[in-house]
């Protein structure tokens, strides 16, 4: 799998950047999410209907029949291997497949099918007697445009009149002809250009508009204003579907200024419960200190395989070799790897290959691996004005807790720490 993305993605490194701190990108982050997913995430997840269109469908559906699915299109999904809707496809399709087509705000986290319901909405309303672009899937970088029209080819693959192109860098258009394909998934900047500049098609003429990662395509120097602009040129009566991971102000308001009168669901993750983590600290007076602690840890009980987050890459380094000349198993995790590399440590460390995964913040969100037991914070998360970073320490140790087992987590206080 990762060999194939090397080839497909194009990946740069980004070894010879100066920082030695990292930051976890949204966009690499849910890529790798939607890389590694080894199907649907799987937890006790409540849906909230926050607004409903009067004219939305009330029902939900438990099969994929019930949604009278051209019979090509069935045959894709089951192709697939899905036998029955995920729980944000239940409710959403009826409403994403309705006729008249009804707008949709959805948020859920990665991995519960977001992708996979909106492909089908993307598919199922393609009038395959028209050979002009009908549909407009808008992504926040060329990867994971890739990666969802990879699932749209699947699901579609016995829908072969239906025509799919990709709008990402790379892709070079004959500007004297008008483009005939039915789907097109690409990056804000590269539609404008085809719809807008080039004319090469009609946006008035686009039935359905889907925003997908609408919190990292926000988060993007730019895109914002592109997918405005875009927007602005659509057909009021165009169906518009926001997709988001995350839902903060911004991205809220961001999507009410885009979608009107929309029915909104959220899938929202059990409450984070911090009951059956153990949390403890053990006060060290410099690094020496903390990598004794790590010792003692090791030396007390066993530990199946750990999580120790540092504050930047030298330290990561610096604990990885200390911890490998004393036998452990290391892996290392920091932001000057590309994101095939990332792939593959984590596929390493998943597999157990290696015992301790050394990472710093690239590593602080939405990657969660099941079999970690103990979350060593080497140095406690801190923010860009080094203050305590309260939200970041509640994602790692939250990391391991959401399986149901029971798990120590240990923190090494730092005396400049101060909350
Ligand atoms: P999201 O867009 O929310 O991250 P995806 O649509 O990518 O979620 O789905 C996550 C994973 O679950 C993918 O591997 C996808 O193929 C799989 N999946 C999606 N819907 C279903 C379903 N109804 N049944 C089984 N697997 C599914």
Known sequence: EVSKLVDKLNLDSKSGEETDFDVADPAETSLLIKILGKGLVNTKLSLDIQQKNPNSPLHSVKTFEALHLKA????????????????????????????????????????????AAFVLAMLSRVNVALNHPQVLCLSPTYELAIQTGEVAARMGQFCREIKLRFAVRGEEVDRSKKIEEH???????????????????????????????????????????????????????????????TYGKEVMDFARLIVADPTIIRLMREEESLENIKQYYVKCKNEEGKYNAIQNIYGCISVGQAIIFCHTRKTAAWLAAKMTSDGHSVAVLTGDLTVVQRLDVLDRFRSGLEKVL????????????????????????????????CETYLHRIGRTGRFGKKTKKVWNRHKSYNR
């Not at 894709?76 to 496809?89: C, D, E």
């Not at 707008?103 to 859920?108: E, F, L, T, V």
């Not at 710093?360 to 203050?387: A, H, M, W, Y």
């Open 72 to 115: 090509s299109l069935l045959k894709g999904i089951y192709a697939m291997g899905f036998n029955t809707p995920s729980k944000i496809q239940e409710t959403a399709l009826p409403t994403l497949l309705a006729d008249p087509p009804q707008n949709m705000i959805a948020q859920s986290q990665s991995g519960t099918g977001k992708t």
């Open 358 to 389: 050394i990472t710093t913040n690239i590593l602080s969100r939405g990657i969660d691996i099941e079999q970690v037991t103990i979350v060593v914070n080497f140095d406690l998360p801190v923010d860009v004005d080094g203050k305590a970073d």
């Open 183 to 245: 789907i097109l998934i690409g990056t804000p900047g590269k539609l404008l250009d085809w719809g807008i500049k080039f004319r090469l098609f009609d946006m008035k003429k686009i039935t359905v508009f889907v925003l997908d990662e609408a919190d990292v395509m926000i988060a993007t120097q730019g895109h914002h204003d592109q997918c405005i602009r875009i927007h602005k040129m659509l057909n009021p009566h165009c169906q518009m579907l926001f997709f988001s991971a």
